[in-house]
């Protein structure tokens, strides 16, 4: 008994802040900078613009960006890279190491249709990620429901830019 509580007291010691739900963009701000030896370059916060392109099979008929940034938080979970916006639920997006130095798998869950995408991210030496995929079908066709034609596609394009912690600068 002795002992089973002493391991339950020094796993509450052990990881008091991963516990603990981050809810805010100083919540995240103070784990990322209490982990800031040990993260990898893919964990903090970062600024996530859009845009999107429509065809109609192959043929490009609008686009639209969406220049208001998202905050976003990425941070390791087990073996990948979990999101999460700002108020601490999931954004739905995962990342995983590839066998590339700053190359990481990237998968984007639609609830909706429970279905991923996949694509892969590279994270610049300027604390840069872009990437694009193209939204699920089955997706489009919950999206759009009536007016859905076969044909369609949307292409999603990601720039994330990194703003909390600063990426460390090389001597």
Aim: glycine share 4%.
């Amino acid at each position: 008994m002795k002992f089973s509580f002493g391991i339950l007291l020094l796993s509450l010691f052990a990881s008091p802040l991963l516990a603990q739900k981050l809810t805010s963009e100083d919540l995240f701000k103070e784990y990322f900078t209490k982990q800031a030896d040990s993260l990898d370059p893919i964990e903090g916060i970062w600024n996530v613009s859009t845009t999107q392109e429509f065809y109609n099979y192959d043929t490009l008929y609008d686009i639209q960006k969406f220049p208001k940034a998202a905050k976003v938080a990425v941070m390791k979970k087990d073996n990948k890279y979990e999101s999460f916006n700002l108020t601490g639920e999931s954004y739905d997006v995962q990342f995983s190491v590839t066998d590339v130095k700053g190359v990481y798998l990237y998968r984007n869950f639609f609830p909706e249709t429970n279905e991923y995408s996949k694509t892969s991210a590279v994270i610049s030496k300027a604390g840069e990620m872009e990437y694009t995929y193209e939204f699920p079908d089955d997706y489009l066709r919950a999206k759009f429901a009536d007016s859905y034609e076969d044909g369609t596609r949307v292409v999603n394009i990601l720039k994330w830019t990194k703003v909390f912690p600063e990426s460390k600068k090389k001597n």
